[in-house]
């Protein structure tokens, strides 16, 4: 289910099917260095449009919008291996292949940073730029370090509250109110995806905090003070060989990306400096 906001201009949709038979949705607009853009756990590919992001970059970039499985038009498989993060790059390999794109800059919001940094430590050829949303930290020790999950995920389980509770976690970041159209938008989303992808990471063996001082992609982070109070994305900038960032003071998680008239300028320039030349 998609939710529109008011003003809202939904691009056609088509499909592909990945080579574990799901059937993925996507929507191509605008010309010139593709730029590939992905959400994390909530929400639909349209959250783009409607977060401000993507009419200002047609005109410069051809913007693939992408519902990764268990989102928006695409199908919900069940089941935490369909949800391991080497299968989400398995699907955005595919995607580029099915569109004859050889390398994208990867734009990603939230648990999209997991992909997204994947794909740049495994095929770093198709990704000439990262874009993230969000903050890193680094993990707790091995003996800990998933002891939250069987919790977590039962939330997004029949029975479990579904989002509320997580949207209201994100809210009390928040000093000015979460939309209400946003949150609407993550409600619609199937919830027991995101309880299969959160089970799937003790399966991982695979930490981004270690893979991403370890590529030379240029990568750009665009984090809320409010979500990184620790500043762990700094500790991380400083140890990559091609790491900036932009700090949102005064905002969480969720309106840090919604802050789109101070990200876009930075964005825009940072796309410029990396794109290919024709």
């Known amino acids: 289910m998609v939710v529109a906001r008011p003003g809202d201009r939904i691009a056609a949709v088509e499909f592909f099917n990945s080579s574990d038979g799901v059937r993925l949705a996507y929507s ?3 010309s010139g260095p593709p730029v590939l853009f992905v959400l994390g756990a909530g929400c639909d590919s349209g959250l783009w449009r409607a977060a401000g992001y993507l009419d200002p970059l047609l005109a410069e970039y051809t913007c693939i919008l992408f519902d990764h499985r268990g989102h928006g038009e695409s199908d919900k498989p069940r089941g935490p291996d369909r949800y391991h993060v080497d299968r989400q790059v398995d699907d955005l390999t595919e995607l580029l292949d099915h569109l004859g794109v050889h390398a994208v800059a990867f734009w990603g919001y939230s648990a999209a940073v997991s992909p997204g940094v994947r794909l740049a430590e495994r095929a770093p050829e198709r990704v000439w730029a990262l874009v993230i949303n969000g903050a890193v930290e680094p993990p707790g020790p ?3 370090r998933y002891s939250w999950v069987p919790e977590f995920a039962a939330q997004f389980r029949p029975g479990g509250g579904g989002w509320d509770q997580l949207i209201e976690d994100f809210a009390e970041q928040e000093p000015e109110p979460i939309p209400e159209w946003m949150k609407e938008r ?3 989303t199937d919830p027991e995806q ?3 992808r959160v089970e799937s990471y003790p399966t991982w063996g695979w930490e981004e905090w270690d893979a991403l001082p370890q590529i030379g992609t240029p990568t750009l982070f665009i984090t809320g003070a409010l979500e990184d109070e620790d500043d762990h994305v700094g500790e991380i900038v400083r140890r990559m060989r091609a790491g900036e960032r932009l700090r949102l003071e005064g905002k969480g998680h ?3 990306f919604l802050a789109s008239e101070q990200v ?3 964005v825009r320039s940072f796309l410029a400096a ?3 030349q024709a």
């Open 194 to 196: 995101c309880a299969d």
């Open 186 to 188: 993550i409600r619609a």
């Open 28 to 30: 191509v607009e605008g």
């Open 264 to 266: 876009l300028p930075v």
């Open 142 to 144: 091995p003996a800990e």
């Open 254 to 256: 969720i309106n840090a």
């Open 274 to 276: 990396h794109a290919p």
